[in-house]
T-cell receptor
Framework: DTAVSQTPKYLVTQMGNDKSIKCEQNLGHDTMYWYKQDSKKFLKIMFSYNNKELIINETVPNRFSPKSPDKAHLNLHINSLELGDSAVYFC??????????????FGSGTRLTVV | SQQGEEDPQALSIQEGENATMNCSYKTSINNLQWYRQNSGRGLVHLILIRSNEREKHSGRLRVTLDTSKKSSSLLITASRAADTASYFCATDMDSNYQLIWGAGTKLIIKP
């Protein structure tokens, strides 16, 4: 069983389109995250939810909107995609806010390419 | 913002040698964590060290923390080809809900 699963793994789309990335965790964790990793491997937090409540909303364009229907799911919707949105997006979860004794569990990533 | 900075940015060693990576950070922390990322994969949690700990071991991994110097090191002993990956440190920066990440050290183990 995959602990944190995100779909799709690859996403190629044209500029201006709207797309969604889904994430689910079966670990019973309370906190979920979306990260963006650029081509230089920098990891940037985008959003964090704790028990369906938004607790971190970093400076990202409002074209990015997270949705957490329950604490096991955190989806990311992106409107009007731009070339600069091309990156790898990672979903992660943790039992405690900063990982506690077991750290974060990451999904395998979604490579988004905007053409 | 980037709190942690790993050093070196890249490291290439022969299989069987030891690999040491360093991480420096800027503000007080509750804990520091190390993660591994294989090419094209997500990050995997390796080890967490709390601010009141100085050293921690897990298999071939040894992590040290020096809060006076605001630095940590990750030692991988008897390296294997499978250790080839990028290694990231992350600190909580006294925050409850956010880890701050370094830029990573790319480790290549040559057979």
């Amino acid at each position: 069983d995959t602990a944190v699963s995100q779909t799709p793994k690859y996403l190629v789309t044209q500029m201006g389109n709207d797309k969604s990335i889904k994430c689910e965790q079966n670990l019973g964790h309370d906190t979920m995250y979306w990260y963006k990793q650029d081509s230089k491997k920098f990891l940037k937090i985008m959003f964090s939810y704790n028990n369906k409540e938004l607790i971190i909303n970093e400076t990202v364009p409002n074209r990015f909107s997270p949705k957490s229907p329950d604490k096991a799911h955190l989806n990311l919707h992106i409107n009007s995609l731009e070339l600069g949105d091309s990156a790898v997006y990672f979903c992660a979860s943790s039992q405690e806010g900063t990982g506690g004794g077991h750290g974060y569990t990451f999904g395998s990533g979604t490579r988004l390419t905007v053409v | 913002s980037q709190q942690g900075e790993e050093d070196p940015q890249a490291l290439s060693i022969q299989e069987g040698e030891n690999a040491t990576m360093n991480c420096s950070y800027k503000t007080s922390i509750n804990n520091l964590q190390w993660y591994r990322q294989n090419s094209g994969r997500g990050l995997v949690h390796l080890i967490l060290i709390r601010s009141n700990e100085r050293e921690k071991h897990s298999g071939r991994l040894r992590v040290t923390l020096d809060t006076s110097k605001k630095s940590s090191s990750l030692l991988i002993t008897a390296s294997r080809a499978a250790d080839t990956a990028s290694y990231f440190c992350a600190t909580d920066m006294d925050s409850n809900y956010q880890l701050i990440w370094g830029a990573g050290t790319k480790l290549i183990i040559k057979p």
